[in-house]
């Protein structure tokens, strides 16, 4: 596997030092660049704005950051005459032998031409302005997945190397997906222009690290989730767990935030029902005791795998939300067997001291559009505009959650349905029915299995159509909610 190593000679990174000034009375941050041989991760100072109120100068400094995920590049879509992989579970040939675009199909993976032309939206929107990019896995088509180690590693190199031509001077901290190829020590030699020095160790133990910013409130927590399909008694599995049980609580004893980062989300898929879980239960359950263990130190959870928009609200014993998940869409447009999606990329603005995540805007590309040359990538929506909402906050998803389960084409669950599918189904009955819609609302609300399988039997045989959202059984539709909603709590 030697030839596989034959990285780039690791590169002098560029790091910024930050220093504080007064100004008065209130801190003011600038930046400085320098060289430094000792791997310590601070943010780019990026936008600094200091507001006047009460004769008092508040500090608000926020910044931007991408979460990309699943761009499962597949190297052999190269002519758009011999279409593209076609997975076993679709019919087991190989070649999708249909004319498909040059951008892609919603039946393949991603060219390279669509990979290219993420990476230039990105450099033009937020490039170096970014502080940094979550990068959440499945690099590679399956159509790479018999192909040996060393061609793996060089298809996920060529989106490495893209990525640091893409964002020169900043970080990209990368996690497993579930279709990565596994040479966690290939990959920690690969990426280590970009992985924090005492993170190394455990990602090639275990595939997970902390980015520790020393003078900074905010931490970021990069998870192998494919550990959390694994049984209690696995021993790579445990420690993981106990790593993340003592990270967390040494963030917790220094007043510092998080941000946990991964592949595969906990809890059931929207569309999929109880059909395909991912965690096995006994993660899944561990999972959401460290989240209500240490809500008040995690700031957001952001994941991918399901190749679709959505998100996650998590509740303390009491019921009340205190944490929440964000759901990337994928760069791919395929989806396993259940739809397709556009190409899809987020852009986080957020607090960069604190963590506290104030917006996002979702980015995408209209793929039968660019597969006729016309290639423009747009803004899908704003998030707190999109869903009248100030803030992403735990009590705010969680009001967006219920009112997504009132099913009507004009309401937010139409806004909502969009968006998952990255603007390709509309919210008809005909595409989702009120069971459907249901499986949306349980999935958001209820991360424990047994939860969201009770909270699917909730439902009536008519749970919601447009002619019967008032009234159920006789009772107002809000007494539904209310049940539903404690039936989520664990
Ligand atoms: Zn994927
Ligand atoms: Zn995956």
Redesign the pocket.
């Known amino acids: 596997m030697n030839e596989i190593l034959s990285w780039k000679k690791k590169q002098e990174n560029t790091y910024i030092n930050i220093t504080s000034k007064e100004n008065n009375g209130s801190t003011l941050v600038s930046g400085n660049r320098r060289q430094s041989s000792q791997k310590d991760f601070v943010f780019n100072p990026g936008t600094s704005i200091v507001y006047k109120q009460r004769n008092k100068s508040i500090l608000v400094n926020f910044g931007y950051f991408w979460h990309i995920t699943?761009f499962h590049y597949d190297p052999f879509f190269e002519d758009v005459k011999k279409g593209c992989w076609k997975s076993v579970i679709e019919g087991g040939v190989r070649n999708y032998k249909k004319l498909v675009g040059r951008f892609g199909d919603y039946r393949c993976d991603s060219p390279w031409e669509l990979i290219e032309s993420a990476a230039r939206i990105m450099a033009a929107r937020q490039g170096d302005n970014v502080e940094f990019v979550l990068w959440t896995?499945?690099t590679l088509s399956h159509s790479v997945k018999h192909k040996g180690g060393t061609l793996q590693l060089e298809y996920v190199q060529n989106l490495t190397d893209l990525f640091q031509k893409t964002f020169r001077s900043q970080f990209v901290f990368p996690a497993l997906?579930?279709?990565d190829p596994g040479f966690k020590k290939h990959l920690s030699s690969m990426w280590s222009r970009w992985l924090p020095t005492d993170s190394l160790t455990t990602f090639e133990s275990g595939g997970y690290y902390i980015v520790e910013r020393k003078t900074f409130q905010l931490q970021i927590i990069m998870l192998n989730t494919n550990l959390m399909t694994r049984n209690k008694h696995d021993e790579d599995a445990k420690k993981q767990w106990d790593w993340l049980n003592r990270v967390l609580e040494k963030c917790e004893s220094l007043k510092q935030t998080v941000y946990l980062v991964g592949?595969?989300p906990p809890g059931s898929d929207e569309r999929r029902g109880s059909l395909e879980r991912y965690f096995s239960d006994y993660y899944n359950k561990k999972y959401i005791q460290i989240v209500q263990r240490y809500s008040g130190t995690i700031m957001g959870q952001f994941f991918?795998?399901l190749h679709s928009d959505s998100f996650r609200v998590m509740y303390n014993e009491e019921g009340t939300p205190t944490s929440w998940i964000l759901l990337a869409p994928s760069l791919t447009p395929r989806r396993m067997s259940n739809g397709q999606n556009n190409p899809a990329l987020r852009l986080y603005k957020f607090n960069k001291y604190t963590g506290e995540v104030l917006d996002y805007t979702q980015y995408y590309l209209d793929l039968p559009k660019a597969n006729r040359n016309e290639v423009d990538w747009q803004v899908e929506y704003n998030f707190t505009t999109y869903y009248g909402l100030t803030q992403i906050t735990p009590t705010n998803l969680n009001s967006l959650a219920k009112r997504i389960t009132f099913y009507n084409e004009d309401d937010t669950f139409a806004k909502y349905f969009r968006a998952n599918s990255v603007k390709i189904y509309n919210a008809s009955q005909s595409v989702c029915d009120s069971s459907c819609a249901h499986s949306h609302y349980c999935a958001i609300t209820c991360v424990d299995f047994t939860m969201f399988d009770e909270c699917l039997k909730t439902a009536p045989s008519a749970f919601l159509s447009s002619q019967d959202a008032i009234f159920i059984n006789g009772l107002p539709f809000v007494y539904r909610i209310i049940v539903v909603v404690h039936l989520c709590v664990l």
């Open positions: 699943d896995g499945d997906g579930h279709d592949h595969i991918g795998h």
